[in-house]
C-alpha cells in the first residue's frame, strides 16, 4: 500500500449558488479551480494517484450534489482497499453542516459523515475517527455520531461564546456525546479570533493526539475547511499555511496511515490553495515546511484547552495523566516520567503522554536543526510504539533525523527505553 490519490472533477465547478444572501457570495467556483491550479503548478498531481470521480444519470442539480458524495467515497475505497496509503479529495459543495433531515450553511449532503457511515459498513471499521479543522463547528457531522462510540469526532472552531455561526450550545465544550457516545464528542471552542500556529498546535498536543492515540482508528477523515487559515474573512485566524502540513504530518501515524481528506471550507483563495498544496505535499511524503516563532498557546487557547481536558478526563487514560501534570514545570514532568519508569509504569500511556504533552510543544518551540533519536537496548518499549514517536519526530527540523540503534539478538520484538535520548540541535550546528 503506498502513494496519495487526487479527486478532483472539473464538473464541480461548473455551478453556482443562487441565493442571493450577500454573506452566500464567498462560496465561488474559484475555491476548486485556484487550488486545482496550485497543485498542477507545484506539480503534486503528476505524483498522485488521479481518481475519476463515478459519474450517474441525474437532474442537472443532483449531479452536482452527487459528485462531491461520489469523489469521497471513491477516495474511502481506494485507501481501503490499499489502492493507495492516502489521499484528498477537492470536492464542491461542502458538506460537514448538512443533517439528515435539512441542508445547512453551504451543505447539501454530509460529504464526510456519509463517508463514515459507508466505510463502517463496506469494510467493517469499528474505530473511524473524523477531525474537523474548519472554522465553523460541524454540527451535522456531530449530531450523526453523537452516540456513536465507533465513531470519534474532534471539531476545533470559532464559538465566541456561541456569537459565532452556528450559534449552538451543543458546540461548546461540555457537548462530550450522548448514551454509549459520551466522551466520543470533542469540541475545542475558539472564544477569540487571531489563533495562531502555537495555538493549534496546543490544542492538536494536548487534545487531540493523545485522545486519538488512545482511540487508535482503523481510518481518520478530515473535514479540511481552510477557512481557519490567515486571511479568510469567516475564521479572521493568523495560522499559516504550513500548519496544516504539520497538523497533517501528526495525523499520519494513526491507523496505519490510512487518512482521507476532503474539502470543506477556505475562502481566501490564496490562503485556501497554499493551504491545499501544503497537506497534499505532506500526504505526499516530503518534508514539512519550516515553522518558526512558535511558543506558549495565548490564554485564550489555554482556557479552552483546560475546559476540555476536564470534562474528557472521566472518558480517556492519556488525558487523565495530562492533567495530573496540568500545573507542573516541565523539570517536575521529567521527573514524574523518570519516576513512573523506574517504578516498572512502562505502559504505552505514560509514554506517549511524555512525547505528546511535553516532548513534541517543548521541541517544536526549541526549532531544531537536527533530530538526533539514540536507543540502547533495555526491552520496555515495544517496536510499535517507538516508530509512531520516531515517525511524529520526522515532523521537526524539515525531516532531518538521525538514529542511532541498539538491539540484542535475546529481545526480539523490542527496542530499549531505558536510555533512550532525543537530542535537538541548534540549526546553526547542522
Not at 472554522?135 to 472552531?157: A, K, M, R, T
Not at 516541565?330 to 512525547?355: E, F, Y
Request: aromatic share 10%.
Amino acid at each position: 500500500m503506498s502513494g496519495t490519490a487526487f479527486v478532483y472533477d472539473e464538473e464541480m465547478t461548473r455551478y453556482k449558488l443562487l441565493w442571493t444572501d450577500p454573506a452566500c457570495e464567498i462560496e465561488v467556483p474559484e475555491r476548486l479551480t485556484v487550488s486545482y491550479e496550485a497543485v498542477k503548478s507545484a506539480g503534486l498531481e503528476q505524483r498522485c494517484e488521479a481518481l475519476s470521480v463515478p459519474k450517474i444519470k441525474s437532474p442537472e442539480l443532483h449531479l452536482f450534489i452527487h459528485l462531491a458524495i461520489g469523489a469521497t467515497l471513491q477516495l474511502v475505497d481506494s485507501v481501503m482497499t490499499g489502492k493507495v496509503r492516502n489521499g484528498m479529495a477537492l470536492v464542491r459543495p461542502p458538506g460537514h453542516h448538512s443533517q439528515r433531515s435539512e441542508a445547512s450553511g453551504f451543505c447539501v449532503f454530509n460529504n464526510v459523515a456519509i463517508a463514515a457511515h459507508y466505510a463502517k459498513k463496506h469494510y467493517n471499521l469499528n474505530r473511524v475517527l473524523i477531525v474537523d479543522w474548519d472554522i465553523h463547528h460541524g454540527q451535522g457531522v456531530q449530531y450523526s455520531f453523537e452516540e456513536d462510540p465507533s465513531v470519534l469526532y474532534f471539531s476545533w472552531h470559532r464559538y465566541e461564546h456561541q456569537r459565532f455561526w452556528p450559534n449552538l450550545a451543543e458546540s461548546d465544550y461540555d457537548s462530550v456525546g450522548k448514551g454509549k457516545g459520551a466522551g466520543f464528542n470533542i469540541n475545542v471552542p475558539w472564544n477569540k479570533i487571531g489563533m495562531t500556529n502555537s495555538d493549534y498546535l496546543s490544542v492538536f498536543f494536548h487534545v487531540l493526539l493523545p485522545v486519538a492515540y488512545e482511540f487508535d482508528p482503523e481510518l481518520v477523515l478530515v473535514c479540511a475547511g481552510f477557512d481557519s487559515g490567515i486571511g479568510d474573512p469567516e475564521g479572521r485566524m493568523c495560522a499559516t499555511p504550513e500548519i496544516f502540513g504539520h497538523l497533517t504530518h501528526l495525523l499520519m501515524s494513526l491507523a496505519n496511515g490510512r487518512l482521507c481528506f476532503v474539502l470543506e471550507g477556505g475562502y481566501n483563495l490564496t490562503s485556501l490553495a497554499q493551504s491545499v498544496c501544503q497537506t497534499l505535499q505532506t500526504l505526499l511524503g516530503d518534508p514539512t515546511s519550516l515553522l518558526t516563532g512558535i511558543g506558549s498557546p495565548c490564554h485564550s487557547a489555554l482556557d479552552s484547552v483546560h475546559n476540555v481536558r476536564a470534562v474528557h478526563q472521566n472518558f480517556t487514560v492519556l488525558l487523565l495523566f495530562a492533567a495530573q501534570s496540568l500545573n507542573i514545570d516541565g523539570r517536575t514532568a521529567l521527573l514524574c516520567l523518570s519516576l513512573r519508569m523506574l517504578q516498572g509504569v512502562h505502559c504505552r500511556a505514560s509514554v506517549m503522554q511524555a512525547v505528546l504533552g511535553l516532548l513534541l510543544p517543548l521541541a517544536y518551540e526549541f526549532n531544531p536543526g537536527l533530530v538526533l533519536e539514540v536507543l540502547a537496548d533495555s526491552a520496555v518499549l515495544e517496536v510499535s510504539v517507538w516508530v509512531q514517536i520516531s515517525s511524529l519526530l520526522q515532523g521537526l527540523a524539515q525531516g532531518r533525523t538521525l538514529t542511532l540503534l541498539q538491539v540484542s539478538y535475546c529481545h526480539v520484538g523490542r527496542v530499549g527505553l531505558c536510555y533512550w535520548k532525543i537530542h535537538l540541535c541548534w540549526p546553526d550546528l547542522c
